[in-house]
């Protein structure tokens, strides 16, 4: 179970913000308790921080929809509203940008030309099955490329810019991850990104998704999206934003989503693959 | 006294020792320390490597399961910033790179990506796994049986060596420090007790090396150096003592030695001089102090063989004085003497410095004269007849008398000494029987000597008509004044001659081969006597004089045993008395005599003793018991100083051989008083009594042991 900030000040229930493991328990509360004390601030209701140590631990919360707000990835959102009743509010703007795309990532040095260039080849995922960049969007790109499954070798990275840089260092041919990924600081303090290229690129798809649930009252849901939609307008706000590694929160419906829901659709079928969320 | 300590030798040498050892020791330990500090330090390095490796190969399996190289790549960045990490190198099984972390700041890793020429991670640690400066230590990372990936981690060495150099350096400071305080308390210490003392011993010893035994020995303390002291300090006293002792002792001796050297001196010289005489008088007439007839028969050897050896020719006078018997029976021996005195100092001046000149005995002289014929020969010889012509001076008188002379020529008359002798001597009666003074020798002289054949048949005829005689005389003890034995003496009462004293006829029984017979008689009747006076109760010793002749005749030893088995005899108190010259020149037979078997228990007497030229080493050889001093040494000792000398040395040196000393010729009371002084032994003279027929000398021995004591 996550970790509580807990507030007596406030009369009203707290609500729980849940964010998904995308990085280590401890970095996430690092990142996002400036945020959720802005909440509570805002809401003057407090606002509980969660994560998880896992990704299934973490959907158990989704799944009995323990979470007021949620921030997860888009494959998460897409079978949350399908199945939990979440419905999208924000979604991330990171360096800048408020897309992200799915890409195969390759050394310049490899070789390999085109995704056919990959059977028989190892490819490094940036992330499970239910990673929306790292997986999903890059297997439909090698799909798109005439490449199923038995025509490559799968494996896991333990997250994205692991693969990246592991394919730097050869120990795959190629990597499946966020366009943004290879601009990440953390890969290019390790390897020569200059050496890596894209060999495929998704289009260009809303970034991480911030969601309520839909039980939630308008003026809360409202109040939410609103006040960490206007973070960046203030100095205050963009230090929350800051710390979040986030360049803003902008506004998102769930239409925004369609292009994942049709990725999803096109690698796991009509029912978004929910086996690999369990 | 003190000696500067770096100059003592011994104190140099003990700091030397010191500072060398503990120099030795210190180094020893320090250089072991730092080996084992830095082996402990090189053995934590590599555990903790070993620890480090295994942890981080261990937690790396997941990562690398997952591709999580930020981990890795964090684990390897974690490592790197550990102390004394040197790299930190993640490779796959194809030697990729999976992270790595060089530590720059180390030359080392410079020198090697230089030297490898390359970036590469594996290049450069191919070229980093060289060196020895770099504890390398490399951790396979193992999943289920396969290596994902192999840990390389880089420990630098150069660290470990810090803290042992660090201790080293302090341990080395706080030991040489420690060094010098017990360097320095070790040596003040023995300066203060062991080389202190020493130079004072030695200082001491050096004194008693001069013999300055007053400085002591002080030192305190109680050790075995002040024992030491101690007993140096007594040795010094007993030393000091020793030496005033031996000072004392030396001085005596010095003092001994003086004396000794003196008395030595004394006696050397006087030994010299009694050598000479002795030597003199062995070789010389006493009386006339001219050659005896040892010497002169000697020089006529010597005359013969230089003649044979030149082809010369040579005489020999034999000289015998006219009617000198006469004269001396009737004025008495010294008178006589003075006679023949005079003749042997006339003699010379008719010879050349070439002849020689001897008394044979009594008043017959022999003169040796090499080189010469038979004219001048004769001419020596009227010579000779003239310097006899002046008058002779006695004590109260003077006297005419001649000399009858007789030649004898080498080779025509004979070719050795005896032969020259005999034949001057024939030639000597002819003269004499003739009444010519000179006679050369002719054969027909010998052959045809009445008197000497008429005496000769006459002897002869004597010894059958019991017209022989023995006479005694008495032998005295001298210490106790008692008559002990007697001299058996013959005599012959001549029926128209009258008495003929032996030295008259026993040449002519020697000659004639009358002697054996002669000698028996003269045995047999003294055994007989002696048996005589026995069985009336008085026993003496009888002396009995054999002549040269006697020794050989192999009979005498038989003739003598049978004797004493018939008269039943002590053979103790038989006494055979052989002269000094018989002995000389019959040594062998001599010998043979005297240790013949059938004559065991009989003593032996040298007659004459001193008129010879005998050794003493040669007289020691013989059984002899008695020595008789001759009666010429004996006559004038109360008056001639020389005279008793060589009686006292005669004296001496025959008790030295354990023999008795009897001196012959004692015709007065101071002789006697003098030769008792001198320790002889016996003495037997006119003093004490004359020869006398057997039936008077018990009563004469009665008045002499009666008279004597008194």
């Known amino acids: ?278 | 006294m003190r000696t500067p300590y770096l100059t003592s030798a011994l104190g140099r040498q003990f700091v030397i020792l010191i500072a060398g050892v503990l120099t030795v020791a210190l180094l020893a330990n320090a250089y072991f320390q730092y080996e084992r500090e830095k082996t402990s330090a090189y053995n934590k390095l590599a555990e903790k490597g070993q620890s480090i490796g295994k942890l981080l190969a261990s937690i790396s399996i997941a990562p690398l399961l997952i591709y999580d190289t930020q981990t890795i790549n964090e684990f390897a960045k974690n490592t790197s910033e550990q102390y004394g990490v040197i790299y930190t190198i993640y490779l796959d099984n194809e030697k990729n790179p999976l992270t790595t972390y060089f530590n720059h700041s180390i030359p080392a890793i410079e020198d090697s990506i230089n030297k490898a020429q390359s970036a590469d991670p594996y290049d450069v640690l191919t070229q980093l796994k060289h060196r020895q400066d770099i504890l390398h230590q490399d951790f396979p990372i193992i999943f289920n049986q396969q290596i994902l990936a192999t840990l390389h981690i880089g420990f630098d060495k150069k660290p470990l060596l810090t803290e042992p150099q660090h201790n080293l350096e302090i341990y080395l400071g706080s030991s040489l420090l420690f060094g010098i305080f017990i360097g320095l308390t070790i040596y003040i210490g023995f300066i203060r007790k062991v080389s202190r003392p020493v130079m004072a011993l030695r200082h001491s010893a050096k004194n008693i090396i001069h013999f300055n035994f007053n400085e002591k020995i002080e030192l305190s303390g109680n050790n075995e150096l002040t024992d030491l002291a101690s007993t140096f300090n007594q040795m010094r006293i007993s030393l000091k003592n020793a030496v005033e002792s031996r000072d004392e002792s030396l001085e005596e001796i010095e003092n001994l030695n003086i004396s000794l050297e003196d008395r030595v001196r004394e006696r050397t010289n006087a030994l010299e001089e009694l050598n000479a005489q002795v030597t003199h008088q062995a070789m010389h007439d006493p009386l006339t102090g001219l050659a005896n007839r040892v010497l002169i028969i000697e020089r006529l050897n010597q005359a013969i063989d230089y003649a044979h050896r030149n082809n010369t020719r040579l005489a020999v006078f034999i000289l015998d004085l006219n009617n000198f018997k006469e004269i001396n029976d009737t004025l008495g021996h010294p008178e006589g003497d003075l006679i023949l005195r005079q003749v042997a100092k006339r003699i010379p001046g008719a010879l050349r410095g070439s002849d020689s000149v001897g008394r044979l005995g009594g008043d017959e002289f022999a003169v040796v004269l090499p080189d010469i014929d038979e004219k001048h020969a004769l001419e020596v010889g009227e010579k000779i007849v003239q310097v006899m012509q002046p008058a002779f001076d006695l004590s109260s008188q003077t006297v005419n008398i001649n000399a009858s002379i007789g030649i004898a020529l080498y080779p025509e008359h004979g070719e050795d000494q005896a032969a020259l002798i005999r034949h001057a001597d024939v030639a000597m009666y002819h003269s004499k029987r003739n009444s010519q003074m000179v006679s050369v020798y002719r054969a027909d002289f010998d052959v045809h000597t009445p008197w000497r054949l008429a005496l000769m048949a006459d002897l002869k005829q004597g010894l059958e008509n019991n017209e022989l005689e023995l006479h005694y005389q008495p032998q005295i003890d001298i210490k106790t004044g008692q008559v002990y034995g007697v001299e058996a003496l013959l005599r012959w009462h001549h029926p128209a001659q009258g008495l003929i004293p032996p030295d008259h006829f026993i040449n002519i029984a020697e000659n004639s081969g009358l002697i054996n017979l002669l000698t028996d008689w003269v045995i047999t009747n003294a055994l007989k006597q002696w048996k005589s006076w026995h069985d009336t109760g008085l026993t003496l010793d009888i002396s009995i004089n054999i002549s040269a002749r006697n020794i050989s005749n192999p009979a005498l030893p038989e003739t003598i045993g049978s004797l004493l088995t018939e008269y039943q005899i002590i053979p103790e108190k038989i006494k055979l008395e052989l002269t000094e010259s018989t002995i000389m020149t019959n040594h062998d037979s001599a010998l043979a005599l005297m240790c013949h078997p059938k004559l065991k228990g009989i003593k032996y007497a040298i007659d004459d003793f001193g008129t010879g030229y005998s050794s003493l080493n040669y007289l020691r050889q013989l059984p002899v018991d008695e020595v008789k001093i001759d009666k010429s040494f004996i006559f004038d000792m109360d008056k001639n100083h020389g005279e008793k000398t060589i009686v006292q040395s005669i004296i001496d040196l025959t008790h030295n051989f354990g023999h008795i000393v009897v001196a012959e010729g004692v015709e007065n009371i101071d002789v006697l008083n003098q030769l008792k002084q001198l320790g002889c032994d016996s003495a037997q003279g006119y003093y004490i009594a004359k020869p006398a027929p057997a039936m008077e000398i018990a009563e004469i021995i009665r008045q002499l042991n009666s008279t004597l004591n008194e």
């Open chain 1, 1 to 278: 179970m996550g970790n509580l900030i807990q507030s007596t000040a406030f009369s009203a229930k707290p609500l729980i913000l849940g964010v998904f493991p995308r990085r280590n328990t401890k970095q996430t509360f690092r990142l996002f308790t400036p945020l959720a004390k802005f909440l509570s601030t805002t809401l003057n209701r407090e606002v509980r921080l969660t994560t998880a140590k896992n990704f299934a631990d973490f959907w158990e919360g989704v799944k009995t929809q323990r979470y007021d707000i949620v921030h997860f990835n888009q494959y998460h959102y897409i079978v949350a509203k399908e199945l939990y009743g979440y419905e999208v509010i924000l979604k991330n703007q990171e360096f800048g940008n408020s897309t992200v795309a799915g890409t195969i990532t390759i050394r310049k040095d490899s070789g390999i030309r085109s995704i056919k260039d990959l059977k028989g080849k190892t490819i490094l995922f940036g992330g499970g099955k239910r990673a929306m960049q790292s997986y999903i969007s890059a297997k439909w790109l090698l799909q798109q490329g005439g490449l199923n499954d038995g025509d490559y070798i799968e494996k896991f990275a333990i997250n994205p810019p692991n693969a990246i840089i592991s394919t730097y260092l050869k120990q795959a041919d190629a990597a499946g991850c966020g366009d943004v990924i290879i601009r990440l600081d953390t890969v290019k303090a390790h390897i020569d990104v200059s050496k890596m290229q894209y060999l495929a690129r998704t289009e260009q798809l809303p970034h991480l998704p911030w969601a309520v649930k839909t039980s939630m009252d308008e003026v809360t849901r409202l109040k939410i999206q609103h006040s960490l939609n206007r973070l960046n307008k203030d100095p205050a706000g963009q230090a929350i934003l800051d710390r979040a590694q986030l360049s803003a929160l902008n506004l998102a419906v769930d239409s925004d989503y369609d292009g994942h829901r049709r990725i999803i659709r096109d690698v796991y079928g009509d029912d978004y693959g929910v086996e690999y969320l369990k």
